[in-house]
């Protein structure tokens, strides 16, 4: 199990077993959404996510995902694809433990700030991993 929540701690969450991945997203909407050069993601299967106290916000920031956020500090927790709700994205950084699971590749390079200089040797997407490797998104 894992756990996590809100910079405020009105919300928390629960996680059920590892990710199925991790990775670092540079898109623009992420950018965007946070404020910062990157976002570090994990996915787990929905039925392996919970809410354990309150409810978020949620906003669609494209046709391809919702994203969940604390009305009250603004921390951004969750993505889910409405196309495919059985994933549940969570920000790895809002975990208690956030050194549980680290990221092991960079998504959406194509969108990278030059200005971020990244020295860690993951492997880099310019999309996504699973679309570089045949999938989905």
Same mark, same amino acid.
């Given at each position: ?7 405020c701690g009105?919300v928390?969450?629960r &996680? @059920?077993?590892? $990710? &199925? ?7 623009r909407i992420c950018? %965007?959404?946070v ?6 993601w994990?996915?787990?299967?929905a @039925?392996?996510?919970a809410w354990? %106290?309150?409810?978020?916000?949620r906003f669609a920031?494209s046709?391809?995902g919702?994203r969940?956020f604390?009305?009250?500090c603004?921390t951004s927790?969750?993505f889910?694809d $409405?196309?495919?709700?059985?994933f549940?994205d969570?920000?790895l950084?809002s975990l208690?433990?956030p050194?549980?699971f680290p990221?092991r ?5 194509a969108s990278r ?8 040797? &993951?492997?880099?997407y310019?999309s996504?991993k ?5 999938g989905?998104?």
């Amino acid at each position: 199990m894992a756990d996590g929540g809100y910079l405020c701690g009105a919300v928390r969450y629960r &996680l @059920d077993g590892s $990710p &199925l991945n991790t990775d670092y997203c540079h898109c623009r909407i992420c950018q %965007r959404a946070v404020g910062a050069p990157l976002v570090a993601w994990g996915r787990w299967p929905a @039925d392996r996510f919970a809410w354990a %106290r309150g409810e978020p916000r949620r906003f669609a920031s494209s046709t391809e995902g919702e994203r969940s956020f604390c009305p009250s500090c603004g921390t951004s927790l969750t993505f889910v694809d $409405p196309g495919d709700p059985t994933f549940v994205d969570v920000t790895l950084a809002s975990l208690d433990d956030p050194t549980a699971f680290p990221p092991r590749s960079h998504a959406w390079t194509a969108s990278r700030v030059p200005w971020l200089e990244i020295g860690d040797g &993951l492997p880099r997407y310019a999309s996504t991993k699973a679309e570089a490797e045949g999938g989905g998104p």
